[in-house]
């Protein structure tokens, strides 16, 4: 079955910490891959995403993630969290580049930030 | 350009009823699609309109029902409300059905 688990429900990390959000994914084709972020009261934003080739992708904000075939994985990182950062994240998988109506989503990852 | 615009913000309805909710697209955006939001399912597409037509699905029941207006401004129903339709219900407009969506702050509906 296809499906996207985020292990952290919430991670708590200190303000210049580095950040790393984990993303798995079941899925039985190519795999297209998105990160999205939702402050409180905000809608979602798109932060990142993957298509193909260099598995390393850059995104807004700071943000980078990893494509890891072999661990069927896309991990979320920043290597200093600032305060805004602070917010729902939710890791995506989907079937096409840019058709976002088939996408699977995860439950989501909570994430605090200490001052 | 303003984003995407959804009212109201937050819904108390009971059972039984019914609820519109409106959402209004970034200027020029033909697509607008909606999601609704719950902590134990994550996001569900609803469905998706494209120039006053119903273009993409998902799995809901009829209650759940929408439409576009010529403006591409777009409102969805929810009749014969049910405790579990308690929900943030999300809107999000694109040029294109394959272009990248940006979202509204989405509508608090609460179920009494």
Same mark, same amino acid.
């Given at each position: 079955?296809?499906?996207?688990?985020?292990?952290?429900?919430?991670?708590?990390?200190?303000?210049?910490?580095? !950040?790393? !959000?984990?993303?798995?994914?079941?899925?039985?084709?190519?795999?297209? !891959?998105?990160?999205?972020?939702?402050?409180?009261?905000?809608?979602?934003?798109?932060?990142?995403?993957?298509?193909?080739?260099?598995?390393?992708?850059?995104?807004?904000?700071?943000?980078?993630?990893?494509?890891?075939?072999?661990?069927?994985?896309?991990? !979320?990182?920043?290597?200093?969290?600032?305060?805004?950062?602070?917010?729902?994240?939710?890791?995506?998988?989907?079937?096409?580049?840019?058709?976002?109506?088939?996408?699977?989503?995860?439950?989501?990852?909570?994430?605090?930030?200490?001052? | 350009?303003?984003?995407?615009?959804?009212?109201?913000?937050?819904?108390?309805?009971?059972?039984?009823?019914?609820?519109?909710?409106?959402?209004?697209?970034?200027?020029?955006?033909?697509?607008?699609?909606?999601?609704?939001?719950?902590?134990?399912?994550?996001?569900?597409?609803?469905?998706?309109?494209?120039?006053?037509?119903?273009?993409?699905?998902?799995?809901?029941?009829?209650?759940?029902?929408?439409?576009?207006?010529?403006?591409?401004?777009?409102?969805?129903?929810?009749?014969?409300?049910?405790?579990?339709?308690?929900?943030?219900?999300?809107?999000?407009?694109?040029?294109?059905?394959?272009?990248?969506?940006?979202?509204?702050?989405?509508?608090?509906?609460?179920?009494?």
């Amino acid at each position: 079955a296809q499906s996207v688990t985020q292990p952290d429900i919430h991670i708590t990390v200190s303000e210049g910490a580095s !950040l790393e !959000l984990r993303c798995n994914y079941s899925y039985g084709a190519t795999p297209y !891959l998105f990160w999205y972020v939702q402050s409180p009261g905000q809608g979602l934003q798109l932060l990142l995403k993957y298509f193909s080739g260099d598995t390393l992708v850059q995104g807004i904000k700071g943000f980078e993630a990893e494509f890891k075939r072999s661990q069927s994985s896309f991990n !979320l990182r920043k290597p200093s969290v600032h305060w805004s950062d602070a917010a729902e994240y939710f890791c995506a998988v989907g079937a096409s580049a840019g058709n976002n109506r088939k996408l699977i989503w995860g439950l989501g990852t909570s994430l605090a930030v200490n001052p | 350009k303003a984003g995407v615009t959804q009212t109201p913000r937050y819904l108390i309805k009971t059972r039984g009823q019914q609820v519109t909710l409106s959402c209004s697209p970034i200027s020029g955006h033909r697509s607008v699609s909606w999601y609704q939001q719950t902590p134990g399912q994550g996001l569900q597409f609803l469905f998706e309109y494209f120039s006053e037509t119903q273009r993409n699905k998902g799995n809901f029941p009829g209650r759940f029902s929408g439409r576009q207006f010529s403006n591409s401004r777009s409102e969805m129903n929810v009749s014969t409300l049910e405790l579990g339709d308690s929900a943030l219900y999300l809107c999000a407009s694109s040029f294109e059905t394959e272009d990248t969506q940006y979202f509204g702050p989405g509508t608090r509906l609460t179920v009494l």
